[in-house]
């Protein structure tokens, strides 16, 4: 189903830092496509990747499906995106480049950058960081279903719609098997006077047989033309399918199911058609079978 949200989590300022630090702030957006299957990627900084996983459990254990992305960026509050280092974090960070040097004597020296990068990973506790991170998300997630669930309400307006566009189809194709019977007998009836008449035998078969006959050849045409199987399986489909949508809940991969087993019947239907009325009436089943298959991509 299609979706798109955002949140945005800013950290309170406890006044324990100087005004002139730079505290983060974290932007999480969630949007997603249609997809029978869960697609899930991350867009993110590399410093929170190790997130990734607890991110995934949270958005796979309420979203089933769709094609989605969850995007995580950081800003800052103030203008300046410089941390301001502390001086016993540049003791320490000189100390072990000592360390390093003694060791690998050939071994580059720091830059300014990777220097005010390890210093501005230093300035929060980890575990502080994630559960800001986790909680914009949380925000995020929750808007998110909230705009799918207002989009998964018109959608079941229009799936309503569509099932009894199919009902009022099959309605009109249930009338016109008979009919077609009725005319085919007479055809028959036609046909056997013609032959006969042709070859002069109207003497010796009576008007009875040939009644008869016509009769039988009709009843085995109605046998091979007969779609009311047909019409009442696909009436049970579409009372599946308006039970589901009332029901509410995880629907879509059944609903694939039932829309997969109302184009078989139209399939049939069409297959058997006799008419040009019921042909049409095929037709018009089978684009109101896509339309239904189209947007059933859109629900959970």
Known sequence: MTGYASATAQPSNTGETPSSHATAGVTVEARSVNGRFLDLSFRMPDELRSLEPALRELVTSQVKRGKMELRISTQRESESSIPNPQPDQLNRLARLEEQVKAWFPKAQGLTVQEALQWCKSGTAGPSAADEHVLEAA???????????????????????????????LADQAEPLIPAAVQRQRERFLERWQEALNATGATTSVSEQSLQERALNEAAAYALRIDVAEELTRLRAHLDEVDRLLKKGGDLGKRLDFLMQELHREANTLGSKAVAIELTNISVEMKVAIEQLKEQVQNIE
């Open 138 to 168: 949380r925000q995020c997630l929750k808007g998110f279903l909230e705009a799918r669930e207002r989009e998964g309400a018109k959608l079941v307006v229009m799936l309503k719609q569509r099932v009894a566009t199919l009902r009022q």
